[in-house]
């Protein structure tokens, strides 16, 4: 198995901070190496070592640039805190009519596992900027806003989905309804507070 192989099989297994070290050590020998510099960023993400994903994901940009680079990018620069940047580089983006939705709902998925829901959330919406027929994208907006008990706003994202596919999709139903009651259920709860208060 090469090196290449070696990082991939830590990355799967999470063990980010040997790979991030394995890649690092790579990296002096052969400095110049996009796909290297693209790893460590992703690594560096997972660790939260934010400042470093923004810096090799910059890096990996200016090497060999590709669509995924430039979400990925303005990803990391938001996440580093360096929200004009993020910003400006989803707008160029959008701009250039790139139809960037389907990576955006990657890293937005990536996120959302990860527990991130409000930055998932983030990235969803802006999957759905880029794409208004992004179906996923919406069922994704959906989820985040069911775990942050905005139900009314899942539902709606949830229907919008629902619109757009051309076959019922059991998942999406099955999270709607979830969605109602939960909804229902807080609705019931906030008037029964309203009474007792």
Same mark, same amino acid.
């Given at each position: 198995?090469?090196a ?46 934010? %400042?470093?994903?923004y810096?090799?994901?910059? %890096? ?6 590709? /669509? ?18 993020g ?14 939705? /389907?990576?955006?709902? *990657? ?10 829901? /409000? ?18 994208a ?18 709606a ?7 757009l596919?051309s ?14 009651v ?5 609705? *019931? ?9």
């Amino acid at each position: 198995m090469n090196a290449g192989n070696d990082i991939e099989v830590l990355m799967q297994n999470g063990e980010f901070r040997q790979a991030a070290d394995c890649i690092a050590e790579m990296l002096e020998s052969d400095p110049h190496n996009s796909e290297l510099h693209e790893q460590l960023s992703i690594a560096s993400d997972h660790l939260g070592r934010h %400042k470093t994903a923004y810096q090799h994901a910059l %890096k990996a940009l200016e090497l060999s640039p590709t /669509t995924r680079r430039h979400i990925f990018a303005a990803y990391t620069a938001f996440m580093a805190g360096h929200e004009d940047d993020g910003w400006s580089r989803f707008n160029a983006l959008h701009e250039q009519g790139v139809d960037a939705s /389907t990576e955006l709902v *990657k890293i937005g998925r990536f996120l959302f596992a990860r527990s991130l829901t /409000t930055q998932a959330r983030f990235l969803f919406e802006q999957a759905h900027l880029h794409n208004q027929n992004a179906s996923d994208a919406l069922t994704w907006l959906g989820h985040c806003h069911y775990v942050l008990g905005q139900f009314d706003h899942a539902i709606a994202c949830y229907d919008q989905s629902r619109e757009l596919l051309s076959q019922e999709n059991p998942t999406l139903e099955s999270s709607r309804n979830f969605a109602y009651v939960a909804s229902y259920l807080q609705g *019931k709860n906030n008037r029964l507070n309203t009474i007792n208060g």
